[in-house]
């Protein structure tokens, strides 16, 4: 086990690691590497291409759900369990959890998605559950819903892929992959939960497991990673060996001075430093407090360009904001200032109606039976979401045993009759209107063209991921797939020639000379935490809240700004979940800078207002 602080050499040791496996005389496709993200899986292989023969057996690095798609689909798994591997969009997602069990059984629609969560995975929400089926009965009850629903929706939860294959291998013992490699080694383990874990480690059975990890980074407890993971490891497994990776060569020796004050404030921590190496720079490190939301924004955007002005590329500037909306105001007030910048939050490429509608026609083009995509689009535009007449379509498809597209073809011509389904059958009139307009249309470029125009914010992203595509694909059904597969699994590029401005979450594994922490406020970070948590769940809450601004002070190379503000409107605070200290003229209300700044020990620069910040 190698227990690697931030920017102390992880990804040198694990491809240093591989190198030994190979030099010891292991047959490439013999080791497994299993890593946290698409961009990172891609980027070991080209660092491995050295080590092996250009022909021949290779090593596998590959994303945890990217393996178990391959293994479920070689063994036969998807096909044996009428399983279609069709992997639902976040939006598409909400909109197939709030049809089920019209009663309400299922709580809220946020009831729902932490079933959902749960359900993903293997019902293992601490790390002491087994991983398995549901033993209560609402975990049961919607287990039985959902999967119905996803049968007949032909369509799959990503998150599924880890039970199913968790699943195969239990009831499998003789199955070839369990003895298919010599060595695992797996990447960001504190990132897994405990069903991922599992499955991991059945692999590893017939050969040796090599994990890579670091407690103080775990931030991913909404989908039940926990940081007990990587702190009891070498309880679980006796005889391993503790490897220290404790030298950042990454941070200013002043940066990880304020990292390491504050993650020593957790009392479950595993003990290991962070030092920085002797020839790292001292950094520049700026503490700001301005009056206002926007007075922030500017006042981030006025920084920014003036460090570009000074020879800072815009790809090495990194802003991260606990709040999408304050993200974005950021990024607005960049662009103004004439710094090509660029977004990053969970869901971005399709949170917006437009972008929604034009991924769903994309979809539709490529597959007309696409139940999933065809829910999709009678949703749209509808507070309601028609659930409704959509619920009596559904029942008359099945009666009759064909598809709620089929349904409405004979509703729209008048053979049946689907109660209070006009506003239901206009919809999918004008549905048929667009594809047969899209149809018309020769080329894949002309078609993104006319889908997502350049220039037309909402679907900006959808057009950068489906011209990124094009390389690769030569037909519609090819193009709908490859974006489907990059909004469902959204990455960051590890490298960027624009600013970027993104969540904490989406940081991990990022770095940049230039790196901003903006909106650091009470009540976004860290959060406001469930009024249904118990105790212990608060302190546990706020504990990786203190790990997720560890993540972020780290991303930083050369030059920190720690930013937070005084007051917000009252409309944006109660969005936000900010608490607020008091009513202020303008409909304003006070809020107060992170407790976290306070935790950053003696290395921390004085606060200064945003007014008097002179950088010159």
């Not at 496996?21 to 292989?45: H, N």
Request: hydrophobic content about 40%.
């Amino acid at each position: 086990m190698a227990l690697a602080g931030p920017g102390t050499g992880k990804t040198f040791s694990l491809i240093h690691r591989v190198a030994r496996l190979l030099e010891e005389g292991c047959p490439p496709d013999q080791i497994l590497v299993v890593t946290f993200a698409r961009t990172a899986a891609q980027d070991l292989l080209r660092s491995l291409r050295d080590l092996q023969p250009d022909d021949g057996p290779q090593v596998s690095a590959r994303t945890l759900h990217g393996y178990c798609f391959s293994l479920l689909n070689s063994a036969g798994v998807l096909l044996a369990t009428r399983r279609v591997p069709r992997i639902v969009a976040d939006f598409e997602r909400k909109i197939l959890l709030a049809d089920l069990e019209p009663d309400g059984a299922f709580g809220s629609l946020t009831d729902r998605q932490n079933l959902a969560k749960a359900f993903e995975a293997a019902w293992a929400r601490r790390l002491t559950d087994t991983p398995g089926d549901p033993v209560e009965d609402l975990d049961q009850a919607f287990q039985n819903a959902l999967l119905d629903s996803l049968r007949w929706h032909k369509a799959m939860l990503v998150g599924e892929l880890v039970p199913l294959a968790l699943h195969y291998l239990h009831e499998n013992p003789a199955a070839p992959e369990l003895r298919a490699f010599q060595h695992v080694v797996i990447d960001e383990f504190q990132d897994l939960n405990k069903s991922e874990q599992e499955l991991l480690e059945l692999l590893a059975e017939a050969g040796t497991l090599t994990v890579i990890g670091d407690d103080d980074q775990s931030i991913y407890s909404f989908k039940w990673a926990n940081p007990d993971g990587i702190r009891t490891f070498e309880r679980d497994h006796p005889g391993t060996r503790r490897i220290p990776l404790e030298e950042c060569r990454r941070c200013p020796t002043r940066v990880v001075s304020m990292a390491s004050s504050l993650i020593a404030r957790d009392p479950h921590r595993l003990p290991h430093a962070l030092r920085p190496r002797p020839t790292n720079v001292a950094g520049e490190v700026h503490v700001v407090q301005w009056t206002s939301v926007d007075e922030e924004a500017a006042g981030i955007a006025a920084f920014v360009a003036h460090k570009i002005a000074e020879g800072v590329p815009p790809g090495e500037c990194l802003v991260l904001a606990a709040n999408r909306l304050v993200g974005y105001g950021i990024r607005d007030a960049m662009r103004a200032a004439g710094i090509d910048t660029r977004s990053y939050f969970r869901e971005e490429p399709v949170d917006d109606p437009d972008a929604q509608e034009a991924f769903t026609l994309l979809n539709l083009l490529a597959d007309r039976d696409d139940r999933v995509s065809l829910r999709a689009w009678l949703s749209f535009r509808s507070t309601t979401q028609r659930r409704s007449p959509y619920r009596r379509a559904l029942e008359m498809a099945k009666a009759a045993n064909t598809d709620v597209n089929e349904i409405l073809r004979r509703a729209s011509d008048g053979a049946v009759q689907i109660p209070y389904g006009h506003q239901l059958i206009e919809r999918w009139r004008l549905l048929q209107v667009r594809l047969v307009a899209l149809r018309g249309i020769a080329g894949l470029e002309d078609l993104i063209d006319d889908l997502f125009p350049e220039g037309v914010e909402p679907v900006e992203d959808l057009r950068v991921l489906a011209l990124g595509a094009l390389p690769e694909v030569d037909n519609v059904a090819g193009l709908a797939a490859a974006v489907r597969a990059s909004v469902s699994q959204p990455q960051v590029p590890i490298e960027s020639t624009e600013a970027r401005v993104m969540s904490f979450y989406k940081s991990k594994g990022l770095t940049a000379r230039l790196v901003v922490l903006a909106g650091l406020v009470q009540g976004l970070i860290p959060g406001t935490p469930d009024a249904r948590f118990s105790p212990q769940e608060r302190d546990a809450f706020l504990e990786e809240q203190r790990r997720l601004f560890y993540v972020g002070l780290t991303r930083a190379t050369q030059v920190l700004v720690l930013s937070s503000y005084v007051r917000l409107p009252i409309r944006l605070a109660l969005r936000l979940g900010v608490s607020s200290r008091g009513y202020l003229p303008g409909g304003q209300v006070r809020v107060q800078a992170s407790e976290f700044l306070g935790q950053l020990g003696p290395s921390r620069p004085r606060a200064i207002v945003g007014a008097a910040w002179t950088y010159e």
